[in-house]
């Protein structure tokens, strides 16, 4: 069975570094890309990016580029979403998804991220 | 980048059949695929492709797709179908990135 599990919910205060993971099982890590999305608080869905496992390739929306920093360890089947310094406007629930067919196809349950001095 | 756009919010009879749109110009070249988010919970995957279903999803959702606008029908809609549903396609800009419309809240009275 095709899961995604991701870390659990974090509480943190503007300037604070933070790294969320999200973990595969059930299939081959590495042949598929990872997406993660945003959603703040009563709004809808954002792509911030995707990576590809197997060799590490990203690619970030333009409004995240240079926010975020996407990463994967092949060998624990494990994708990260990382913040240096995190503020305010990040409290939100990010999801990772695996992509297949252009779409993703299986959803992590979400981290809640809330940063709140 | 690109952009979708969809209806804030649409609502059906029980038993009846809806339509919600999304359009964009990303769809004239890449197909939609639709997600449903109740509240709480992840998105799932209800549509992709030309009008695919993963394995779970009822029969009574489908898609389509004509120029720049892509429809999720739900044929006969059930009190559990209320939620936000959301299209996604892929970015003009870049195609290995995805953009999401903006949601559409589907009441079912």
């Known amino acids: 069975e095709v899961q995604l599990v991701q870390s659990g919910a974090e509480v943190k205060k503007p300037g604070e570094s933070l790294k969320i993971s999200c973990k595969g099982f059930?299939?081959?890590?590495?042949?598929?890309?990872i997406g993660w999305v945003r959603q703040m608080p009563g709004k809808g869905l954002e792509w911030m990016g995707i990576?590809?496992?197997?060799?590490?390739?990203?690619r970030y929306s333009p409004s995240f580029q240079g926010q975020v920093t996407m990463s994967a360890d092949k060998s624990i089947s494990t994708a990260y979403l990382q913040w240096s310094s995190l503020t305010a406007a990040d409290t939100a629930m990010y999801y990772c998804a695996r992509i297949s067919a252009a779409a993703g196809d299986f959803w992590g349950q979400g981290t809640l991220v809330t940063v709140s001095s | 980048s690109s952009e979708l756009t969809q209806d804030p919010a649409v609502s059906v009879a029980l038993g009846q059949t809806v339509r919600i749109t999304c359009q964009g110009d990303s769809l004239r070249s890449y197909y939609a695929s639709w997600y449903q988010q109740k509240p709480g919970q992840a998105p799932i995957l209800v549509i992709y492709g030309k009008n695919k279903r993963p394995s779970g999803i009822p029969d009574r959702f489908s898609g389509s797709s004509s120029g720049n606008t892509a429809s999720l029908t739900i044929t006969g809609a059930q009190a559990e179908d209320e939620a936000d549903y959301y299209c996604?396609?892929?970015?003009?800009?870049?195609?290995?990135?995805?953009?999401f419309g903006g949601g559409t809240k589907l009441t079912v009275l």
């Open positions: 990576i590809y496992p197997g060799d590490s390739d990203t």
């Open positions: 996604n396609s892929r970015d003009s800009s870049d195609n290995h990135l995805g953009v």
């Open positions: 059930g299939y081959s890590f590495t042949s598929y890309w």
